[in-house]
Structures are given as structure tokens and as C-alpha cells.
């Protein structure tokens, strides 16, 4: 490698260090895969670099050519991501074939398993196609030995169907890997007899790099989902017998002192519980909500009586709208519990759910005994008080889970005003199986 292209590798490498520094400190959206993207874009670069151009009066070409490779990656990166998100399966595999040739321009490509070809884009005969078996050496000798392969004698290749119009003449194959294992193999194929230039050979090879970056991180992206989705469900169980638990209290005392109210009471909340067994998954209507909470407001108002008077207001558009599952009944509980029950006179409880752009915004309001500020510092401490906390930690632990930590619960009080407790939801319509 002469002087100049050195000092091109080493400006290249540079520019690319730049870049990461930049995502570490900027970090943008998705910034652990765009740093992979980088780092797969530069060791496509780098090896287009100096596997092609060791000629000085190359050097301009290289320029040249070094750029495009990189945005030849940047490409591919982010256009067969969404793909590999649903795992490396026939569907996927082809469409990312598809991508690939139609970047690289080469005459074929081709992902397999360890069995079979998953996907096939370009000229060939039916040998290739999607779904068919491992047929050469080559391909097994890197399913065998994690090593890349290249076939530059066209009778490895030959095709012996009769007539067929583009025969494949060379190939690379190297290995895709998944955690440190050989999972199938990837191809770049050339319709021509002369050898496969060192540039294909590694560009193909940065190429399987970058596909087993994206596995690693689409199966990374996969554990996380898993794991929220666990964590919702753990803290959507916890929330269920606290809610019980008070409605059964109410129940038992009503039932000294008025049986009839009492079994009404019960149908409620056998009605209650029939709808909350039937949902399935974490998310529910906005209108399911509603329903929830007026069953809920049903028997605490036959607790309080006249001294709880409750103002809703709905704007219609919302009601179709996706929520996560018991968000509302336990900020309505204690905006009940912690802020009206203990007045002496008549409380109201505000209920207010609007479309503000893009996003459904809910307002829950007493005019309760209010908190003070260090109260209200530590009100999302689990357990703090009297069970204060297990209801708003509960909610803006799920909220934060699902959709970030700038859609946290919003509180407002004062000591002797009440309380507003604000919660922001992305607006998205309900689909089934949520």
C-alpha cells in the first residue's frame, strides 16, 4: 500500500471517528445503530480502498469510490434493517437480496440458511431460486468452517440446464454469523468469466458484517420489547387486587347496612371484572376506560354519597383511541382516596380527555387537601404514605415503558386547592389484539 492511500485510509477512519464521537455525544434517535452502520460503512470503505486502488494515479478514483461505498452501506443498512427485524426467514431474506442487487448492481445475490436458499435476486436458472437446497462445495466449505469462499472457476458454477441464458460464472460466499456462530451464508454472484475483482471480495464481506450487526440488534430490540412487555404485565397484575381489595371494603359495608345496595354493588363489579378478563394484551379503548371507571365511580359514590360530585368531559374523537389497560382507575382512585376522602365538605372530581395535535391529553382533578412539595416530590415513591404511591408509580412506570420518559405523569398541587395530575398518550387507534 503506497503513501497516499494510506494516508486515505487513515483520513477515512478519521472522518468515520468523528462520526461516532458525535453520535456518543449528540445521540440522536436509534444511535446504537447508526454507530453499527458506521462502523460496517467503514470496513466496506476501508476494504474497497485497499483491495482495488494501490495505484497513485488511482488515488481520485478512490476518492471517488470510497464515498459511494459508504453511502452504498448507509444504504443497505437502512433499508434491509426493517426486514431483518422480522428475523432472517424466506420473506425476509428475499426482499433483502432484492435490495442489495439493486445497490450493488451485481448480476445476482443470494442469503442462505444452513439448509436451504432463503433468497435469490438476479440472473440464473431455476437451480437458484428461493426454497432450493445448498447445491456447491463452496457454500458447505463455509457453512462448515466460518471462512469465506471465492469461486472463480466457472465449472464450479456451470449450469446444467439446458439453454439457460446467464449462467454464473463467479461467486464470493462468505459467512453471515449470529452471536459468534455460523447461521447460513451470503453471496454476490458475476455473470462474467473474468475473476472477481479483491473490492467484490470485500465489499461482500462487509456486507455479511453489517447483516450480522442488524441481527444482533434486532434480536436485542426483541429481548427489550419482551421484557417491557413482561414488566407491563407484572405491574398490570400488581395494580388488580389493590383495586379489589377497596372495592371489596366498600362492598362488605354496605352489606351491614343496606343488602340490596350491597348486591347491586357486586353486579357491578362482576361486570367490572368479566370486561377486564376478556381483554387481551396490555392496550384497551379509551372508551373501555371510561366504562371501567364509571363502574369504579359507581361504588364510591354509593360510599360518599352526595359528598362526591364528578364532572366528565370527553372530546368524541378520543374514544377509539388506544390506552394502556387500567391507566386511569388508579388516578381516579386516588385522586378519591388521597384527596377527597378526607374533606369535610362536598369534593368534585374532574375528569377532562381532549386531542391536542397528535395525542390524546387527560386531566384528573380534585379539589382535595392538595400536597406540599415534598410530597409531591416523593409521591411516585411506591409505599410512600398510605399506599399512596402504588397507584401513580404504577401508571407512570407503564407510561414511561411504553413510550418514554417525556410522557412521565405531570402533577400540580397545593395544600388545601387539590391536585391535577396530567398524562399525555401517543394517539393511535385501537386495532385488535393489542
Known sequence: ???????????????????????????????????????????????VLLGRHDDEDDLAPAVLESITSFDTSLRIGEETMPYLKQGLNFESAQKICEIIRQITEMDAVAITDDKVILGFSGVGCRRHQQGGPILTGATRYVLDTGEARVVNDPR??????????????????????????????????????????????????????LLGIQMELAESERQRQLVVRARLEALQAQIRPHFL???????????????????????????????????????????????????????????????????????????????????????????????LAPKEDTGVLGIRARQVGDHLHILIADNGIGMDRETQRRVFEEGFGTNMGLGLTNVNERLISLYGPEYRLRIRSSPGRGTAIRLRIPLQQATQGD
Open 1 to 47: 500500500m503506497n503513501r497516499r492511500t494510506r494516508a486515505l485510509v487513515f483520513a477515512t477512519l478519521a472522518v468515520s471517528g468523528a462520526i461516532l464521537v458525535w453520535l456518543v455525544w449528540a445521540r440522536p434517535p436509534q444511535a446504537v445503530l447508526w454507530a453499527a452502520l458506521v462502523v460496517a460503512a467503514q470496513v466496506i470503505l476501508v476494504a
Open 245 to 339: 381489595f377497596n372495592v371489596l371494603n366498600t362492598i362488605i359495608m354496605f352489606s351491614r347496612t343496606d343488602p340490596e345496595r350491597s348486591r347491586e354493588l357486586l353486579v357491578n363489579l362482576a361486570q367490572f371484572f368479566r370486561r377486564s378478563l376478556t381483554t387481551r394484551g396490555n392496550m384497551n379503548t379509551f372508551q373501555d376506560e371510561l366504562e371501567y371507571i364509571n363502574i369504579y365511580l359507581s361504588l364510591e359514590q354509593a360510599r360518599f354519597g352526595e359528598k362526591l360530585q364528578v364532572k366528565l368531559k370527553v372530546d368524541p374523537r378520543v374514544t377509539g383511541a388506544s390506552v394502556p389497560v387500567l391507566t386511569l382507575q388508579p388516578l381516579v382512585e386516588n385522586a378519591i382516596v388521597h384527596g
Open 156 to 209: 464450479v458454477l456451470t449450469c446444467d440446464e439446458p439453454g439457460c441464458p446467464h449462467p454464473l460464472k463467479a461467486a464470493v460466499v462468505t459467512p453471515l454469523k449470529f452471536r459468534g456462530k455460523v447461521v447460513g451464508t451470503f453471496k454476490l454472484y458475476r455473470a462474467t468469466n473474468a475473476p472477481l475483482p479483491t473490492y467484490v471480495v470485500r465489499l461482500a464481506a462487509g456486507i455479511a458484517a
